[in-house]
């Protein structure tokens, strides 16, 4: 029959015997008082001693329990890790969420936030390849890539992430010419070389590029996102002549501009004018070709003519040279009856000189009287 069965007539205990007697569990937990009573504080003694010896025994077992309750479990939040060591040698790593271990100090776990994006800044100045000193101005971004490496692999991760920046960029800075990292600054024009749209973004990625290859050999954890110069600019101490390179710079370009556009418009100037005076010279060119030919023909027809009548083909000839003579000069004196004329000239109106065809009328003319 069960204890508590109905109509036994009396409600039973299960932890009392039948006989309603010595309490069981009490009995038992007597029985471990006094055995850690004994371990602890010595086999005889007061009833009162071994009472207060099991008293502390379950203060420290209690300590036991609540330390293994709490201490057993880690909550990570969202976005971190936790690494697990056991005894000071690393076991696994915990993702987000509720995760069990070992009580410390069997088990240590340590939170990293492995999304978490970190940044440095910093300035510093370093000499170019060719001798030129420059300040830089820069800012890296990143994150930790691997958390077990981040925090065991190096003392202070941060700090060694900021010296190896700036080691990159003294390293990238010191094998380039001041030109190539400002050439806002450049006085001089460097023949041959080709246009960089941004140098200074060029720069920090070959910075960028280094930076990560000494963090890996470091074994530092850690991810570069990105690497930017924010100013790149000459030391104070020589800004002014800095200023001055920069202005003579500006004044030559001036001139330079100035003299492009004289040029743009002079010499097109120049080259129509000479276009006109070679077309002109052509036409003269044509023009005297063309009537030296008419010349030459009309005296073999005047020879001709001649040949078959000489006499008239003379007078005429004389009437028309003295005719085309006459009408260019202003006056003419007659002394001899009109056998004879004298031409005098006048110097303001100068007469113009006999043509050709009259030229050589007359040598034929003169010629023909010679024959007779």
């Known amino acids: 029959m069960a204890w508590n069965e109905p109509g036994s007539g009396k409600q039973r205990d299960p932890w009392k015997d039948n006989g309603g007697g010595k309490n069981d569990l009490d009995d038992a937990i007597q029985r471990i008082k006094g055995a850690f009573g004994r371990l602890f504080g010595g086999g005889g003694g007061a009833p009162g001693a071994g009472r207060n010896g099991g008293g502390v025994l379950l203060a420290i077992i209690g300590l036991l329990i609540a330390w293994v309750l709490f201490d057993s479990w880690v909550q990570v939040n969202a976005g971190k890790e936790a690494v697990v060591l056991r005894f000071g040698e690393y076991s696994r790593t915990m993702p987000p969420g509720f995760n069990l271990k070992w009580p410390r100090p069997i088990e240590s776990a340590s939170e990293v936030n492995v999304q978490e994006v970190r940044n440095i800044s910093d300035t510093v100045r370093m000499l170019t390849r060719d001798e030129n000193i420059v300040q830089v101005e820069f800012n890296v971004q990143y994150e930790v890539a691997d958390s077990t490496l981040f925090l065991y692999a190096t003392r202070d991760p941060d700090q060694t992430l900021k010296q190896a920046a700036e080691s990159a960029v003294r390293e990238v800075i010191g094998t380039s010419k001041l030109d190539a990292i400002m050439p806002d600054q450049r006085v001089e024009p460097l023949e041959g070389e080709k246009p960089v749209a941004n140098p200074s973004a060029e720069l920090a990625q070959q910075a960028k590029k280094v930076l990560q290859q000494t963090l890996e050999r470091y074994h530092a954890g850690l991810q570069v996102n990105d690497l930017n110069f924010q100013n790149v600019r000459p030391p104070q101490e020589v800004k002014d002549s800095f200023d001055d390179a920069i202005s003579a710079r500006e004044d030559r370009q001036r001139a330079s501009n100035v003299a492009d556009a004289y040029a743009k418009r002079v010499v097109p100037e120049a080259r129509g004018e000479a276009a006109r005076i070679l077309a002109e010279a052509q036409g ?81 003319a003169e010629s023909d009287k010679g024959g007779r």
Not at 301 to 307: E, F, G, K, P, T
Not at 352 to 358: I, K, L, Q, R, V
């Open 284 to 364: 003269y060119k044509a023009e005297r070709i063309a009537k030296a030919e008419g010349d030459a023909q009309r005296f073999d027809l005047i020879a001709s003519q001649y040949r078959a009548a000489p006499e008239v083909t003379r007078k005429r000839l004389y009437l028309e040279t003295m005719q085309q003579v006459v009408s260019g000069t202003p006056k003419i004196i007659d002394f001899t009856g009109g056998k004879n004329l004298l031409q005098i000239p006048v110097p303001a109106a100068g007469p113009p000189p006999p043509s050709a065809d009259a030229a050589a009328a007359m040598s034929a």
